[in-house]
């Protein structure tokens, strides 16, 4: 039986965590694809409380959005389900340092605007986009950066043996 560090499972549990983020993301932006405007009434409604501007959410919109981060769901888990040492490692990990960076930038730009600076902000989202920034989505950006970034910094470069294992087999050699 593979033994497993506490550093891998914490860094496969990130990787859970994020992944699931996104793809519920991915999937509500597909939900919006469809015409639907749920939490909202309508569509400016939901545009300015969910972006704070008026934006379209048509389908040319959203459906590359949603493509982009279903796929950075799937990046992040097969980053770390098979690790750095897979023949697609590289490119795994470089999916998962831009889904890190994009997430850093979602979290910035909601602390920017906790600050109170409104750039690019419509004024007609009023208290709604605030609170939702404040309350549900710069934490949520925080909290999946902090864990994209812990599986990028993950060590594991092996897609089957525990680092111990892996000592072993090097001292078999």
């Known amino acids: 039986m593979q033994k497993v560090s506490k550093r891998e499972r914490t860094a496969r549990r990130a990787a859970a965590a994020v992944s699931s983020v996104l793809a519920l993301d991915g999937l509500l932006h597909l939900y919006w694809a469809m015409g639907a405007t749920w ?13 704070g501007m008026d934006v379209p959410f048509a389908p040319r919109d959203l459906l590359p959005l949603a493509t982009l981060l279903l796929t950075g769901a799937g990046i992040v888990r097969a980053r770390v389900r098979l690790g750095r040492g897979h023949r697609w490692g ?24 906790m600050c109170g600076i409104e750039a690019g902000l419509d004024e007609r989202a009023g208290a709604t986009f ?15 950066a902090a864990g994209a970034i812990l599986v990028v910094r993950s060590g594991r470069t092996s897609p089957t043996a525990a680092p111990a294992e892996r000592m072993e087999d090097f001292s078999r050699a």
Do not use: F, K
Not at 39 to 51: C, F, H, K
């Open 90 to 113: 590289r490119g795994l990990q470089g999916g998962t340092t831009a889904v890190a960076a994009g997430v850093s930038a979602r979290a910035a730009a909601g602390l920017v605007w």
């Open 130 to 144: 605030q609170w939702l920034n404040a309350c549900l989505y710069t934490p949520l950006s925080l909290v999946t």
């Open 39 to 51: 939490p909202a009434r309508d569509r400016l409604g939901l545009s300015l409380a969910v972006l």
